[in-house]
């Protein structure tokens, strides 16, 4: 490793990637980790500071590596115990993660992206175009900094329980980091947490579904949020390129990998147009098809939509026809929506590459594998 290169982020590298960095710089695989149990459960980003590791290998960490965090811009808490920080990533971008408190378990919600790209007509972030896919560092700082001011730490005092992947940007299309990161989350010198306690939220990429299957056992959670293809399409743009048959095939592939797995489809309710009873009888007909629970979440409003909320008792005739159904159905209860960090509402600041936004989804209509 040159010395003149420039120094490599820590939060970039899994065990496995540090592991292997360490070997090349002629040391133990052991050190890469006792600087991980520094890093994530100490969240210590002194090499200095390192008592354990030696005077050598902490002067030679210095020399080639750094450990970074995103800026915290500011951060700021609702009346609900809801917190989000808006973290700035290069330039004028930023990102927001929002963690929602609750009796039995404290969840963090991180994005995977600068923007999106995917248009989904009724979430906030997608009003702002997309610039660029995060890095592993970047999205792992999130949580690490979540997991600093929550005074997290693993195994011992843990006030951080789960990470769900449903921030800003579609996950699958920034698959290898989004990888990385989650094996960082569910490392034991990481965020040791439960690999069910990891969720995954896609809006359908069906090929990324099926890799994801083959590298990472964590929770799936996908973005219905219509029964039928000719709304869906409406609601979501990429149902054109892989309809609702196509995304429960490649579900119940996903599901078929583990036994005793869910799949969650998540519900966002709009009033007067995918809540009406014959909807909930349509996604009963669907739902049948897998190990599957239905999330309905009261749609969050932002400033521009066309869309309204569902009222609560459509909501809940909603979830009875599905309950009487059989099919598992909670409704989301809606979480500092008085700091616009409810669901659908993270917008964060994003420079929209406009060129860049076009390329982005050319490459995904010729194919998800070239855009990821």
């Known amino acids: 490793m040159s010395t003149t290169t420039a120094k490599a982020n820590l939060f970039d590298y899994d065990r496995k990637g540090l592991r292997a960095l360490f070997a090349e710089l002629g040391e133990k695989p052991y ?3 006792q600087v991980m149990k520094w890093v994530y459960h100490r969240h210590v980003t002194d090499f200095a500071e390192m008592t354990d590791v030696g005077k050598a290998l902490r002067g030679k960490l210095e020399q080639h590596l750094e450990i970074v965090p995103p800026t915290t811009l500011f951060e700021k808490q609702a009346s609900d115990g809801t917190h989000k920080w808006l973290l700035g990533m290069d330039g004028a971008n930023a990102i927001e993660a929002v963690f929602i408190p609750e009796t039995s378990r404290g969840t963090l919600c991180v994005s995977s992206q600068v923007g999106c790209g995917l248009n989904c007509q009724f979430c906030s972030t997608a009003t702002q175009g997309f610039n660029r896919n995060l890095s592993a560092a970047e999205i792992i700082g999130q949580v690490w900094v979540a997991a600093k001011h929550l005074g997290n730490v693993p195994h011992h005092q843990r006030k951080l329980t789960n990470v769900v992947m449903m921030g800003m940007g579609e996950p699958l299309l920034n ?3 989004v990888v990385t990161a989650m094996s960082v989350m569910r490392d034991d010198l990481g965020l040791g947490l439960a690999n069910k306690r990891v969720t995954l939220s896609t809006a359908g990429l069906v090929p990324m579904i099926d890799r994801l299957g083959e ?4 929770s ?6 219509a029964p039928v293809d000719e709304l869906r399409t409406r609601l979501v743009p990429l149902n054109r390129k892989y309809p609702i048959a196509q995304l429960l095939d490649a579900c119940a592939r996903y599901a078929a990998r583990r036994p005793r797995t869910t799949i969650t489809f998540e519900y966002t309710m709009l009033k007067g147009v995918n809540d009406h009873p014959e909807h909930a009888r349509q996604l009963v007909r669907l ?3 897998l190990p599957a629970k239905v999330n309905l979440i009261p749609f969050n409003p932002f400033h521009g939509t066309q869309f309204e909320r569902s009222e609560e008792d459509v909501i809940r005739a909603f979830q009875k026809i599905l309950l009487d159904a059989d099919v598992l159905t909670t409704v989301r209860r809606t979480r500092g929506d008085d700091i616009d960090a409810a ?3 993270l917008k964060g600041q994003v420079v929209d590459r406009t060129r860049r936004q076009a390329d982005f989804r050319r490459k ?3 194919g998800v594998a070239d855009a990821a």
């Open 31 to 33: 050190r890469a980790d």
């Open 175 to 177: 698959f290898d980091n």
């Open 343 to 345: 669901c659908g509402q």
């Open 287 to 289: 739902m049948r098809r």
């Open 215 to 218: 590298v990472a056992d964590v």
């Open 364 to 366: 995904l209509e010729q």
């Open 220 to 225: 799936l959670a996908v973005s219905l949020h």
